[in-house]
């Protein structure tokens, strides 16, 4: 892997809905990998920035997991609602590279 | 703290026009950002200052395109001449270290 990638694209889910998206990084140079909401018309807002491999982080019903060696990062929401209605970005820092941004997952929940 | 902020929020210029855009950092953030958002390309990092200093400036498309960081509360992005194609959403974002990053509400640039 090369660049970052995010999938997938997007995401329609009901609301309730447990649902995951997956970030793939290159693993070499790996310094930490970042993950962000963005809502339409607003800033990227960080949700979660992870180091070693193995890490999990939560924050409410969202969860993150890290797996360095494969190059791959998932995230979790679990029972969606209206308002995590966003778009979904993870970015990789790479020490001297600093923060290489995927295109993204638009989640969309329905009520 | 107010957050990082920028200015202006929206920009038209007319092409061969010099445009700036501003960024004020949140204080005591060592790192700051400078991204462009576009649909073809998502969010691209141009370049980025650690305690003022350029480190990583691969990403400014050509030379018209110029930053700087006089201090550690103020940074500029400079187009000039600016092009239809620079129209975009250019982001500002501070850090402290290498942690989570706080970005602007964005300026809005159309070129016409």
């Known amino acids: 892997i090369l660049n970052v990638e995010q999938s997938p694209q997007s995401l329609h889910v009901q609301e309730g809905d447990s649902t995951n998206f997956t970030c793939s990084f290159p693993s070499s140079n790996f310094y930490a990998l970042h993950w962000y909401r963005w809502e339409t018309a607003k800033s990227p807002e960080a949700l979660f920035v992870m180091t070693l491999n193995g890490d999990e982080k939560k924050k409410g019903r969202i969860s993150a997991t890290l797996n360095t060696k494969e190059g791959y990062s998932y995230l979790y929401i679990k029972g969606s609602q209206p308002e995590d209605s966003a778009t979904y970005l993870c970015a990789e820092d790479t020490g001297r590279r600093a923060l290489t941004f995927g295109s993204g997952t638009r989640l969309q929940v329905q009520p | 703290d107010a957050g990082v902020i920028q200015s202006p929020r929206h920009e038209v210029t007319e092409m061969g026009q010099e445009v700036t855009l501003r960024c004020k950092p949140i204080?005591?953030?060592?790192?700051l950002f400078w991204y462009r958002q576009t649909m073809m390309r998502g969010l691209e990092l141009l370049i980025y200052f650690n305690n003022n200093v350029p480190i990583d400036d691969s990403g400014m498309p050509e030379d018209r395109f110029s930053a700087k960081m006089p201090n550690a509360s103020f940074s500029t992005l400079k187009i000039q001449p600016s092009e239809p194609r620079d129209s975009a959403v250019y982001f500002c974002?501070?850090?402290w270290g290498r942690g989570q990053a706080f970005f602007g509400q964005g300026t809005r640039l159309t070129v016409v």
């Open positions: 974002a501070s850090s």
């Open positions: 204080s005591g953030h060592d790192y």
